[in-house]
């Protein structure tokens, strides 16, 4: 048997109502604030996102599934959207007819990272992006957005965490005050470590070895280089949040692994996960779009892990249990004809109808109706055929009525109605 590469799943047929409910819940909420649907493909040209998310960063070194195409090409399959979306913005001059433009996109992305409970190599997000304002209250906007959808989802206990990571000015001096202070841990930080030192020292605050983690949890933190505007625009998107409502702390550590971000970062934090953490997040960035060729606009956006929020969601849930209108249970060979003719008739009028044209018995067909989650059995047997009607029984009171042959597809849409 050849089985599922490492890391990835299928969604199987019991969970795909639940997976289509999120999918659901996150369009009709990101519709609600204004975002349209975009929908790139899973596959860029790598230097995109090298140049995107930053060539010093764990996501571009070690988890993208990079390779060479037949026609030499390097091409890597997306580990998120955002550069994504910012290529298609910049390629095909959109903000020139929408200067504030917003768009969500939903699908898999991929990163080579070791599997994990909840933690897959290829995972499915929702992704949204505000791009061409760089209001304060935009990026309150979309953490309000990001907290509406895992909210309509069922999330509850959700705490949103926020920092600052500075512009690039107030950055310039962080980095200068990082080296200085890792400097220091020189003989402890691990290669890696060692090699960010010089060519990105933020990247040092979210190395996942333990050691590294421990001196970062002493370095200075970039609240405390923040400028005047960045002060002022962190206060507002706090401002913004009160007003709104929002649950929030400011988490002064928290960087994100992604260099473009300026200004905003936040996650979302889920209760009921544990230790797991984050689902989500997202930030503020003032130059990625214009480093993509497209204009120097600023932008804000976040992305939800749907495998982590369809871990927290019952599989019984009534909303998610299997249901069909009808099921047609044909009782003989004579049966055949007639019950396919009902069947297809059925269908075409818009009703959700199953049966099966092998032979059962009448036992194994309810049974089957039941697992189907029918909520009418229509049976056809010698009797009927000779009476040009069938039987109809109703699967909740288990009631049962005798219909004419052409007068089924009335009654069906009567009792659905
Ligand atoms: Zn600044
Ligand atoms: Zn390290």
Redesign the pocket.
């Known amino acids: 048997m050849i089985t599922l590469v490492k890391g990835f799943h299928d969604v199987l047929p019991d969970e795909s109502p639940k997976w289509a409910f999120m999918v659901n819940t996150a369009k009709a909420v990101l519709e609600r604030f204004g975002y349209r649907e975009i929908i790139p493909p899973i596959m860029e040209k790598t230097e995109l996102f090298v140049r995107g998310i930053g060539q010093v960063t764990d996501i571009v070194e070690k988890e993208m599934y990079t390779f060479e195409d037949r026609g030499g090409e390097t091409l890597s399959l997306r580990p998120e959207a955002t550069a994504s979306i910012l290529r298609a913005v910049a390629e095909h001059s959109l903000l020139r007819r929408e200067p504030v433009l917003k768009v969500y996109c939903i699908g898999p992305m991929f990163r080579r990272e070791r599997p994990s409970k909840g933690r897959f190599r290829q995972f499915f997000q929702v992704d949204a992006e505000i791009i061409g304002d760089d209001c304060p209250y935009t990026d309150a906007e979309a953490i309000a957005a990001a907290h509406a959808i895992m909210t309509e989802m069922g999330a509850t206990g959700l705490m949103m965490e926020i920092n600052s990571v500075g512009c690039v000015h107030c950055r310039s001096g962080y980095r200068k005050r990082l080296q200085e202070f890792f400097s220091g841990w020189l003989g402890e ?6 090699r ?1 030192l010089e060519a990105n020292p933020m990247r ?1 605050l979210d ?3 333990e ?3 421990e001196i970062a949890a002493r370095a200075p933190l970039i609240t405390d280089s923040l400028d005047s505007s960045c002060r002022e625009h962190f206060h507002e998107v706090r401002e913004a949040l009160d007003l709104l409502g929002i649950p929030y702390r400011i988490e002064p550590r928290m960087v994100r692994g992604l260099d473009y971000y300026t200004r905003t970062a936040f996650e979302i934090v889920h209760d009921e996960l544990g230790r797991s953490k984050a689902v989500g997040g997202g930030g503020r960035y003032d130059s990625l779009l214009g480093e993509l060729g497209g204009p120097d606009v600023s932008g804000i956006g976040f992305a939800i892990g749907l495998e982590r929020l369809a871990m927290g969601l019952s599989d019984d849930d009534p909303r998610f249990r299997r249901s069909m209108d009808v099921y047609v249970a044909i009782l003989g060979e004579q049966a055949r004809s007639m019950g396919l003719t009902v069947v297809n008739d059925l269908r075409r009028h818009g009703i959700s109808v199953e049966t099966r044209y092998s032979k059962m018995s009448l036992k194994a067909q309810m049974k089957l109706a039941d697992k189907l989650g029918a909520s009418l059995v229509m049976m056809i047997g010698d009797d009927e055929l000779a009476g040009g009607e069938v039987t109809v029984r109703d699967m909740s009171t288990r009631e049962q009525a005798v219909v004419k042959i052409d007068e089924v597809v009335r009654y069906v849409q009567g009792e659905r109605a």
Do not use: Q
């Open positions: 930080l691990c290669p890696d470590c060692t960010r040092i190395c996942k070895v050691r590294c983690g």
